[in-house]
């Protein structure tokens, strides 16, 4: 069965950001004034890392379930990583824990035990700056994608398939994406073809949209593209999301408009989690 | 009391000894006419501190379970006991100049998680009575005349899954719990064998049994730690059972 290989220190996975950094992602993101969409999706990436880089945490270290990679497309087509993995491409996740460019202090409310909330600082660590330069060579990027995965799944043949999540705002400046996405989710190991999760941040106002099953209600040309090229969520995936209250439909597929990705985190399966730990 | 009894341990593939997150209590006595008792306890691959945590929970069970006026009494014993655990914990780490950095704050924060099963043996005048409490997905079967006589608390391998509610050393996270213990008793006549095994060995045994075999017998030809290794080894390559931390505890009663 298709997506349930062991993901292991000795059988690990990868995760492959792709992120837009186009001229584009300098406008305001759903309508908010104020936050731009690239900030949207530095925070956004920048937390996924953080939770990813928590679940792999024990107290003698981090270990090596995953690689990551961040593909950065604007003015220019590569690693979007800072600081000491600048110019890398796929990296052992305790790399990553060992070192983000820089780590904030955020403000974050919690409950105080008393039915009212106390303000606490956390730490809040950066990988990725919010860039907006230029044109979207999204092709230029999914090549890329594609080019870096072949040489993950060659290395490690039986993988849990690598998850690609993709964040754009879906106006791609060199030609239509859908062959180069296509050439990414055909990449397979023995496990299953590559899943890519589209996110659509759009300057329009709409309503999230998480994992649909139907293009139907979809607001543009672009969000359509970004949910056929997505993949179908996997068995395991769509059993998670239920439990989250997603509701989804048989075949919904791993796209999201102007939404966040928790689930996509919340959905890896490296061992027991305690439905008592949110 | 005549109790024939082993324990049999393997940490997940892959995973070094010393990242085995399973405990367990088996005393080396049996006492005549006294209560016999002993633990299992799985700790959760996502949290911190799990074995140190399932170390805590086994050997509170083992010392005081039978001292408690209930189970309220020993879990917040428990806690108090837990806190001086994890204090000395983050002493060590101090003064080994190792100190707590960002990607553990949240874990120990949100608390360790496990399962727990505890099980104690009565004697009564003529045989023993066996009395299990548990949270968690740890499992207990009793087998009689060669047939499955009951299984404690799940009853069948479809209720295994990666989501089991835990015990946590988080208060906070322990909301429910007085729904989740589990409570269940019965005799343990002569010659009954009691199997105490974490997740993934119960779900196989339960699986086997239900499709007609004799987990039992296969169990007890395994009897010692290398024999034990080989034959998880075989169940992991043909994906059998689950690839995790494996523990065993039997006994059989020999009047």
């Known amino acids: ?278 | 009391m005549n109790l024939e009894r082993y324990a049999l341990w393997q940490p997940k593939a892959g995973n070094a000894l010393d990242e085995y997150e399973d405990a367990f209590v088996l005393p080396r006595r049996a006492r005549n006419g006294k209560p016999f008792v002993c633990a299992i306890a799985d700790g959760a691959t996502e949290s911190l501190l799990s074995r140190q945590w399932a170390q805590v929970l086994t050997r509170q069970f083992a010392r005081q379970w039978l001292a408690a006026r209930d189970w309220r009494g020993w879990w917040n014993e428990t806690l108090r006991v837990w806190q001086n655990e994890k204090r000395a914990y983050m002493e060590r780490r101090a003064r080994a100049d190792k100190p707590v950095q960002w990607y553990e704050e949240p874990g120990l924060e949100a608390g360790a998680f496990a399962a727990l099963l505890g099980l104690v043996l009565m004697p009564t005048p003529h045989a023993l009575t066996w009395r299990a409490a548990a949270v968690g997905d740890c499992c207990l079967v009793q087998v009689r005349d060669d047939k499955l006589l009951a299984a404690f608390p799940m009853q069948d391998a479809h209720a295994f899954n990666n989501r089991p509610y835990l015990l946590s050393s988080n208060p906070a996270r322990n909301d429910a719990l007085a729904e989740q213990w589990r409570f269940a008793e019965g005799n343990f006549a002569a010659g009954d064998r009691i199997y105490v095994m974490t997740d993934a060995l119960a779900a196989w045994f339960l699986r086997a049994s239900e499709a007609g075999a004799r987990p039992w017998d296969e169990a007890d030809a395994h009897r010692n730690a290398d024999a034990f290794a080989a034959w998880l080894a075989e169940l992991r390559a043909t994906r059998a059972i689950r690839n995790d931390d494996v523990t065993l505890i039997r006994l059989q009663y020999r009047g």
């Open chain 1, 1 to 278: 069965m298709a997506y349930t290989a062991e993901i292991s220190r000795t059988n690990p996975s990868c995760f492959l950001f792709v992120i837009d950094q186009s001229g584009s992602m300098a406008d305001p993101f759903g309508g908010e004034a104020g936050k731009r969409k690239a900030d949207g999706v530095a925070d956004a990436l920048n937390r996924l890392l953080q939770n990813l880089v928590i679940k792999c945490a024990k107290t003698e270290g981090v270990r090596d379930y995953y690689s990551i990679g961040v593909i950065g497309y604007g003015a220019r087509v590569g690693s979007a990583f800072l600081g000491a993995l600048a110019g890398q491409e796929l990296v052992p996740i305790s790399q990553v824990a060992a070192n983000p460019a820089r780590i904030e202090e955020r403000a974050k409310k919690v409950d105080d035990g008393a039915g009212g909330l106390v303000e606490q600082k956390v730490k809040f660590p950066v990988w990725l700056e919010p860039v907006a330069h230029q044109g979207t060579p999204m092709v230029q990027a999914m090549t890329l994608a594609a080019n870096m995965l072949q040489g993950f799944v060659a290395a490690h043949p039986n993988c849990f398939p690598p998850i690609v999540i993709h964040i754009t705002d879906g106006e791609s400046t060199d030609g239509d994406p859908t062959d180069a996405m296509q050439n990414v989710t055909r990449i397979a190991s023995s496990d299953g073809n590559v899943l890519l999760f589209n996110v659509h941040l759009s300057s329009n106002a709409n309503a999230p949209i998480a994992y649909p099953n139907r293009a139907d209600n979809l607001p543009d040309q672009y969000a359509r593209l970004l949910f056929e090229t997505a993949s179908e969520l996997t068995p395991f995936m769509l059993g998670i999301a239920q439990e989250q209250g997603y509701n989804p439909e048989p075949g919904a597929r791993g796209f999201v408009f102007n939404g966040d990705l928790a689930l996509v985190v919340q959905s890896l399966d490296i061992g027991t989690r305690p439905s008592n730990l949110r």
